[in-house]
């Protein structure tokens, strides 16, 4: 397409020209790929890669009922976006979390494993990722109504460690 002058000026000026230059710029997180032959893998192995994913979207944002990337994640969204990709169904809601899988003692819990955080069993308020298990320290990766993904320990929190109702094993049942 030929332009001349005053009809390219008029292109620049009503801004198209800005809006064609802009719409490839996204601020957006880019949803990075899952392992592609996860089926072979050790649950050890296994756990390691749903942990590793979950951690490269770190700085995602929040979302209320968030469940990609490119819009943000609310906790139980992003939970449930991460363990999707690796064909591990779970709900997106924190109150199913909390009873899907099998429960856990938090002093045996897994990469992989989601805590139930909330004040009781009947007012369940957010579920994060362990991303590992250290003596009597539980670091996790979430995603928080403040910071958006995160990874956290959740062990030393003066927030979290009271709110801790338990730990649910999702991928063992895989």
Known sequence: MKFSHSAFSIFVLSGLLP????AGCS??????KPPANTSNMTERKFRQEVVQYALKLQGSSYKYAGTN???GFDCS????Y???QFDVTLSPASTAQS?????VA????????????????????HVALVTERNRDEITV??????????????SNSAYWKPLILGARDVIGRH
Do not use: C, W
Not at 77 to 80: D, E, H, K, L
């Open 19 to 22: 809006a064609l230059f802009l």
């Open 27 to 32: 601020t957006a997180k880019k949803a990075p």
């Open 69 to 71: 990337p490119r819009s």
């Open 77 to 80: 969204g992003f939970t449930s």
């Open 82 to 84: 991460v363990l999707k």
């Open 99 to 103: 009873k899907e899988g099998k429960p």
């Open 106 to 125: 938090l002093s045996a819990v897994q990469p992989g494993d989601i805590i139930v955080f909330g004040k009781n069993q009947r007012n369940i308020q």
């Open 141 to 154: 990766v979430h995603s928080t109504t403040s910071r958006g993904v995160i990874r956290e320990n959740i």
